[in-house]
């Protein structure tokens, strides 16, 4: 299993960024994936997560109405649309999927900030 994130970077409060993560090595269109992030000295906390044929969605409640997850299963990548950001959500966000055990990506950095 192979998981590479991708599209993190630094964007002032209000603004937009959307992330990729790239899957391999396992039937991805067979499972949900998620997307967690880490903020320094904080845990680990799940922000969204998409069923396997991307008809269900769930978020966490600080980012309901902001991010909006997606999936491209002819792709192998899961996707989360970042709007209206806020410094809080400053943190590595990290690609999930639980397959027995959970498997995860490398993390990408997401910095909001004026």
């Known amino acids: 299993v192979q998981l590479v994130e991708s599209g993190g970077g630094l964007v002032q409060p209000g603004g937009s960024l959307r992330l990729s993560c790239a899957a391999s090595?396992?039937?991805?269109?067979?499972?949900?994936m998620s997307w967690y992030r880490q903020a320094p000295g904080k845990e680990r906390e799940l922000v969204a997560s998409?069923?396997?044929?991307?008809?269900?969605?769930n978020y966490a409640d600080s980012v309901k109405g902001r991010f909006t997850i997606s999936r491209d299963n002819a792709k192998n990548t899961v996707y989360l649309q970042m709007n209206s950001l806020k410094p809080e959500d400053t943190a590595v966000y990290y690609c999930?999927?639980?397959?027995?055990?959970?498997?995860w990506g490398q993390g990408t950095q997401v910095t909001v900030s004026s």
């Open positions: 999930n999927v639980r397959r027995g055990a959970d498997y």
């Open positions: 090595g396992f039937t991805f269109s067979g499972y949900v």
């Open positions: 998409i069923s396997s044929l991307g008809v269900n969605t």
